[in-house]
């Protein structure tokens, strides 16, 4: 990694998403938690600024599942060398169920990018449990402008990246419009995450990025549908 002339670091890199780290939870907290204190000590080393991104998760029980574990004890990271380090400046960017262009789409993917994907190949939508699990969808490019936002004020504690609006899985399934399959709900799966901060204009509502995605998709010609 190098810095010339960097003012700060956006530490972004993880290994994501809940059900995947019940298989490899060692991998998670080596990804997670000992590269985010390399990071830190390059920060410093480089006298920058240090903004972690944290996730939504760490708003629950950190004992849930391998990878809130491993984002609570990334925030845990960053506050020990606060303390240690007095010039140490971090801030901690909480992000909650962003979406938009580029999502991942696979086993590690997103639940909009997963349901984008049944769309285009006219596939079942897969609901665990009845659906009721709310989550702020918070759109990537406010997610992007707010991290922006988040060195500027007094280092220290966290911010909070959602739209302080939730909206149930099963919500967001039926503005796909495919048929639904529920299966049952699987560990680690919290019942909802809420951002206590309040987004006043997000710049894209998830019905309306969900509603343009599929009447931009064509049948006959799948290459034509959105970037997904």
């Not at 609570?72 to 909480?94: D, K, M, P």
Request: proline share 7%; net charge neutral; charged share 20%.
């Amino acid at each position: 990694m190098w810095a010339m002339g960097a003012h700060t670091v956006f530490h972004l890199a993880a290994l994501a998403r809940v059900q995947p780290s019940f298989d490899n939870p060692a991998k998670y907290l080596k990804n997670n938690v000992s590269v985010t204190a390399d990071a830190v000590q390059f920060a410093i080393d480089q006298r920058c600024k240090f903004v972690y991104a944290g996730s939504s998760t760490c708003d629950g029980e950190p004992t849930a599942n391998p990878y809130a574990m491993s984002k609570h004890l990334g925030e845990q990271v960053c506050r020990a060398y606060g303390a240690w380090n007095s010039t140490f400046r971090h801030w901690i960017a909480r992000i909650y169920s962003a979406f938009g262009p580029g999502q991942p789409k696979g086993e590690c993917g997103t639940l909009i990018g997963k349901y984008k994907r049944a769309k285009l190949f006219n596939e079942d939508l897969i609901v665990s449990g009845d659906g009721s699990q709310r989550r702020d969808w918070t759109y990537i490019d406010d997610v992007c402008h707010r991290l922006m936002c988040v060195p500027v004020g007094s280092p220290g504690g966290v911010r909070h990246l959602g739209n302080g609006q939730s909206m149930s899985v099963s919500e967001i399934a039926q503005a796909f419009g495919c048929p639904i399959k529920h299966v049952d709900r699987p560990p680690g799966e919290m019942d909802a995450t809420l951002s206590p901060e309040v987004m006043t204009r997000p710049k894209v509502e998830v019905l309306d990025y969900i509603r343009t995605y599929c009447d931009a998709i064509d049948p006959k010609h799948p290459c034509k549908c959105p970037e997904a």
